[in-house]
């Protein structure tokens, strides 16, 4: 069974936000900066969809950077388009597709390509992708996590309680980066504030309880002293973990990591878009450069994601999987809690308020992912692939590119 195509499609989403008190609280943050500062990257979408000799279709769906820039500089890095070169493989050789894509393009490209195609065999043999990895459990614990510069401490803290209320097992907090909490309006003279940023965490904590998870994700602005100080603080508090406190995009940042691992106490979850997928990883474990590891789907896909939560199992350190793509849903089935524990949500409408309160376009789907049930759980899909449902009239409708 052959591939037979490669399309790239970007379309225009007309995506809003909900309509809801929370997402006011986080406009009111940002005024008239806030379609500038989170909306422009949803303007526009991407499809990545691929035709097999047998009718099946399967796909990919994310930002449309991905398919456009990312696409676009592999091609001029490399010389090498996978929409010509993948047309006749084998739609089954996943892993032997993934091998010759790791050096000849843009590792977020080699993503959606090999999401596509685990989408493609789902679609093929009637099953979940996660069967097909090799499921392990029929429902994911979920925590919901904030928008960044949300607003005032209080609307974080009363943000949390409307989640805690929802349902969700724990609520991460993306405090203040570049953004004048004082003013309240991005500045891009503002790299951090952290002793602001303790004082969400506070009051996030007395206003959910002394048990509830909480997790800060400080987003790469810290100097190392602002580091410790802000994870002592949370510390203190009993915070889960503590996510990207400083920059962790490079080998070359792996000593200071290794050095702020050991001077806490609270776990250390990095690296996060550290290029290099699982090679890369592989130093940062050997030299306790973290105590949970950090990674997502959109690095080089679904089968890069299971070969380091393989490894993870094997060290043994837990994993946790950034973002809320629907891909990292695939993984976090077919693997095991004590590893892979968590899905990561965004949910701006806890209230239940509008059809959906997500913060990503959902416009071109006939099916989503469905939803978290109220005990914070997420079942596993049961529909064929990765488990949405492209509605490509709208797709093709709304075209614009490339």
Known sequence: MKITKIERIIFQSHYEPADTEWTARWRRAHGDQFRAAHMACHDQWGVLRIESD??????????????TDFWECGLHKYGFDPAQALVGRNVFHREAIWQDLLFTTHERVAGALDTALW????????????????????RIPVYVTSPLNYGTPEDYAEYAVACKRRGYLGFKIHPYSYYDPVKRRPDPGVQSSPDYDIEVCRQT?????????????????????????????????GFVWYESPLPDKAQDDIAVHARLAAEL???????????GATFSRMKWLKQSACD?????????????TLK?????????MPLELHGDYYPN??????TNEKTVKYLEWWDLDPDRKTPNGFAKPETHLIHNMGMMDDDGYFAAPQRPGIGYVIDWDFVYRHRIGP
């Open 205 to 237: 904590r007395a206003a959910v309880g002394p048990d509830y998870p909480l997790m800060l994700d400080s987003c790469f602005v810290y100097n190392y002293e602002d580091a410790v100080r802000v994870g002592r603080a949370i510390e203190e508090l």
């Open 54 to 67: 047998s009718g099946h279709i399967g796909a990919w769906t994310g930002e449309a950077v991905i398919l």
């Open 119 to 138: 989408d493609l065999a789902g679609q093929i043999t009637g099953l979940p992708a996660h069967q097909l990895a090799g499921q392990c459990r029929e």
């Open 329 to 334: 849903i695939t993984v976090l089935a077919a």
């Open 292 to 304: 949970i590891m950090r990674t997502d789907v959109e690095q080089n896909g679904i089968t890069a």
């Open 265 to 275: 106490d609270i776990p250390l979850c990095v690296p996060e878009f550290l290029p």
């Open 308 to 316: 380091m939560a393989a490894i993870c199992e094997a060290w043994p």
